[in-house]
């Protein structure tokens, strides 16, 4: 999904990054997406809160992805990651920390025109909240 155009992003510290994380202010700060060790060549670095939304046109029936919080965030940050097809949320994770590793998530698209996707800061401020989605992959027609 870092290949395609999104229709908007809005991230809380920074831009959402293409194939890396979310670094600091600047675009093209960030280092490989690493989510409890594991690097991910694709994916997107957000920070809570953010927001990053498709113009899906009703193609697609699902959208497989890693998320969690980045090793650059060490054992700090705790997120919030979830998905919305046409503003209806079909997906969520459980609060996501930085000492925890990475949690899949399937959610399911059929007919949908816009994906959401949208991190919190599970409600406990936005210090540390590097958030990664790590090999986000759509299931399209």
Sequence with gaps: MSD????GAVNGWGPVERDRSN????AGDGRTLTVGGTPYAKGL??????????YLGGTCT???TDVGVDDESGSHGSVVFRVFADGT???ESSTVT???????LDAPLTGAHELTLQVTDAGDGKDYDHADW????LTCA
């Design 98 to 104: 930085g000492s925890a590793g990475a949690v899949h």
């Design 62 to 64: 699902g959208l497989s």
């Design 134 to 137: 790590a090999a986000p992959t």
């Design 45 to 54: 670095g957000t920070h809570a809160a953010s927001t990053v939304t498709y």
């Design 89 to 91: 949320k079909v997906a």
């Design 23 to 26: 670094g600091e202010q600047a």
């Design 4 to 7: 395609l155009p999104w229709a």
